[in-house]
């Protein structure tokens, strides 16, 4: 079993930059694909980025390609999401999650989830 928990959220204004961590539990984190994904309110979870269990690929929504960089230090059962230039849409609760198997787009492939940071962009 892994849990997960995310921290870095908070107010930022439009242009800056926030650094959100997922820390988790367990000795196999290392074998988990790892996810990040955004939820704002009155709409659906949607995927942001993924990295595999090795780091040695990443994928990313088009809406944050360019801005995001998601990584993943294995030793320190961590996860990151440095967001730069960031935009009133970014707005949401960004969750991180594991997935034993892919670095899946779907929510739905991912069997563990932390509980949310807030990140709020003002314009």
């Known amino acids: 079993q892994v849990q997960l928990v995310e921290s870095g959220g908070g107010l930022v204004q439009a242009g800056g930059s926030l650094r959100l961590s997922c820390a988790a539990s367990?000795?196999?984190?290392?074998?988990?694909?790892m996810g990040w994904f955004r939820q704002a309110p009155g709409k659906e979870r949607e995927f942001v980025a993924a990295?595999?269990?090795?780091?040695?690929?990443?994928y990313y929504s088009d809406s944050v390609k360019g801005r995001f960089t998601i990584s993943r230090d294995n030793a320190k059962n961590t996860v990151y999401l440095q967001m730069n230039s960031l935009k009133p849409e970014d707005t949401a609760v960004y969750y991180c999650a594991a997935d034993q198997f892919t670095a899946s787009v779907r929510p739905t492939e991912y069997e563990y989830w932390g509980q949310g940071t807030q990140v709020t962009v003002s314009s």
């Open positions: 990295i595999t269990w090795s780091g040695g690929s990443t």
């Open positions: 367990g000795r196999t984190f290392s074998r988990y694909a």
